[in-house]
C-alpha cells in the first residue's frame, strides 16, 4: 500500500498562504491514480478541494470555493502534490488530507471513492 504524507500546514492570518506537500512512498501503482486535497473543519463533512492526475495527461480539478487561490500542482517524479493557498479565508480552516483513487469512475469531489488516505495536517487561518 502506498503511504502518503501530509506537510505544510501552519497558522496564518487571513489574506495569508501556505503550500501544502503530499508524499507518496512510491510511484509504483498510482500511474492511473488521482490524487486530491480533502479537507474537514470541525462539525463538518470531507469537502474535496483539489485534485490532479499522477500519471499521463494532466487534469486537474477544484472546488468553486478555492478556485483562482488554490493551485495543485505535481513534481516530475509525481510522488509529491503540492496545494498552493494563496488569499486564505477564515473558512479554509481545517485538517487538510491527500488521498488517492483509480482516475476513472466516481466523483473526484467524494470522500467515499477513495482508499488511500494521509493523516493529514492542519492548517489554521484567523486574526
Known amino acids: 500500500q502506498v503511504l502518503l504524507v501530509e506537510s505544510g500546514g501552519g497558522s496564518v492570518q487571513p489574506g495569508g498562504s501556505l503550500r501544502l506537500s503530499c508524499t507518496a512512498s512510491t510511484y509504483t501503482g498510482l500511474n492511473n491514480n488521482i490524487m486530491t486535497w480533502f479537507r474537514q473543519a470541525p462539525g463538518k463533512e470531507r469537502e474535496g478541494v483539489a485534485a490532479?492526475?499522477?500519471?499521463?495527461?494532466?487534469?486537474?480539478y477544484y472546488a468553486v470555493s478555492v478556485k483562482d487561490r488554490f493551485t495543485i500542482s505535481r513534481d516530475s517524479a509525481k510522488t509529491t502534490v503540492y496545494l498552493q493557498m494563496n488569499n486564505l479565508k477564515p473558512e479554509d480552516a481545517g485538517m487538510y488530507y491527500c488521498?488517492?483513487?483509480?482516475?476513472?469512475?466516481?466523483?473526484?469531489?467524494?470522500?467515499?471513492?477513495?482508499?488511500?488516505w494521509g493523516q493529514g495536517t492542519r492548517v489554521t487561518v484567523s486574526s
Open positions: 488521498a488517492t483513487k483509480y482516475r476513472y469512475g466516481g466523483t473526484w469531489s467524494d470522500p467515499s471513492s477513495y482508499f488511500n
Open positions: 490532479v492526475s499522477v500519471g499521463g495527461v494532466l487534469i486537474e
